[in-house]
Each structure stands twice: as C-alpha cells, then as structure tokens.
C-alpha cells in the first residue's frame, strides 16, 4: 500500500526552526518528484515546495523567500522540509505528495501541524 | 503564477441533486496537467481527476471532469452523502504550481 507519513510539526517561536519528515513505503520513492503543500487552518491548499526524483532541482513558492530547505535520501525513502526564521504567517498543516508527472499528486500524507507562536 | 479562480465559493445541494462546480485560470493551462481534489474535514486532500478528466484509482463514475484552456468544470451527477466536502483545482504543469480557493459543497 502506497503510503507517507508527516512527522516533525510541533510548536516553535516566531524565529525558531524545525525540520519535517515525511517517510514513504508502498512504491519506489526515487522514481518520483515529491512536494510540500501547506494549509493554514481555514484556508486553502497552498504549494511550498517540490524536488525532483533525483534531487537535482528544487522550487520554492516566492513567499518562502529563501527560508525553507526541500531535500531528500532516497536510500531511506524519507523527504524532509527545513524550515528557518519561521513566522506566525507560517502556521499551518504541512502535507507531503507525490509527483507522478501526469497523474498530479496522487498519494499524501495525513499531514503535520506547525503552530509558530510566541 | 496561474492564478485559479473557482465558483462558486459555496455550493448548497440536497444528495442526489447535480454539481457543477467551475474553475477559471488566468492564463491558458495546458489540459494533461489540471486536477481536482477533494478534501472532507479533518483529512488530506483527495485526487479526484487528473488530465482535465482521467478519473483517479477507486473514484466513482459521478464523478467527472472536463474543460480546456482558462475554463474548466467538475460535475458530480448525483451527490451522495459523502460527497459534500470541499473541492480543489490545480494545474501542475508549470511552477508555481497552483491551486484554486476552494468551493465548499454543503448540504441544503
């Protein structure tokens, strides 16, 4: 059974770091790109980030403005999101999904909260 | 950035009654790379269609898609109880990729 699974949410000061993970199982990891999405409570879907299967590019949204870090081991099937200088704006449910090129994202995680409070 | 405006915002419908749920972009998106998801309370996001209209694993047939180049259009034919949640547009052809703000499916 394809699956991910989001670890790492927890609550932060405004400035402070933390660093998600997502593990998958059920398909074979490398082939794919993998993203993060983000959703701040109430609102809509929001795209953070995404890396090739191969690690060789990444985007980020502009809103990020050089503060996040997408990365990836594809001999441990883990995807993992660096998040510095958070800001209270960034509080939200952070997804991972994967990328299967035409078939959109097809498989997500249940999601990791990240409240950053003072 | 393609901005994807969907409509209307809140959607009131008695199970069994049609949906017609729409999205616009802000500039052409090309049709192989545009999705819908729905996301019920509390859950992740689901992929409903992807490719304007190729429906996902396990997806029911009332479920459909459609459209091309600004415009396209999520019909669900008749709804059933576990229908009513919120559904999203993506095209994910391009970076950034991009999602619509949602339309809300309630119960009348």
């Known amino acids: 059974q394809e699956q991910l699974v989001e670890s790492g949410g927890g609550v932060v000061q405004p400035g402070g770091s933390l660093r998600l993970s997502c593990a998958a199982s059920?398909?074979?990891?490398?082939?794919?790109?993998m993203h993060w999405v983000r959703q701040a409570p109430g609102k809509g879907l929001e795209w953070v980030a995404v890396?090739?299967?191969?690690?060789?590019?990444?985007n980020y949204a502009d809103s990020l403005k050089g503060r996040f870090t997408i990365s990836r081991d594809n001999s441990k099937n883990m995807l993992y999101m660096q998040m510095n200088s958070l800001r209270v704006e960034d509080t939200a449910v952070y997804y991972c999904?994967?990328?299967?090129?035409?078939?959109?994202?097809?498989?997500w995680g249940q999601g990791t909260m990240v409240t950053v409070s003072s | 950035e393609t901005v994807l405006t969907q409509s209307p915002g809140t959607l009131s419908l008695s199970p069994g009654e049609r949906a017609t749920l729409s999205c616009r972009a802000s500039?052409?998106?090309?049709?192989?790379?545009f999705a819908w998801y729905q996301q019920r309370p509390g859950q992740a996001p689901r992929l409903l269609i992807s490719?304007?209209?190729s429906r996902a694993t396990g997806i029911p047939d009332r479920f459909s898609g459609s459209g091309s180049g600004t415009d396209f259009t999520l019909t669900i034919s008749r709804l059933e109880p576990e229908d009513f949640a919120v559904y999203y547009c993506?095209?994910?052809?391009?970076?950034?990729?991009?999602f619509g703000q949602g339309t809300k499916v309630e119960i009348k």
């Open positions: 999904a994967t990328d299967r090129g035409a078939a959109a994202f097809d498989v």
């Open positions: 059920g398909f074979s990891f490398r082939t794919y790109g």
């Open positions: 890396i090739w299967a191969d690690g060789s590019t990444r």
């Open positions: 500039q052409s998106v090309d049709s192989r790379y």
């Open positions: 490719g304007t209209s």
């Open positions: 993506q095209q994910y052809g391009n970076s950034p990729w991009t």
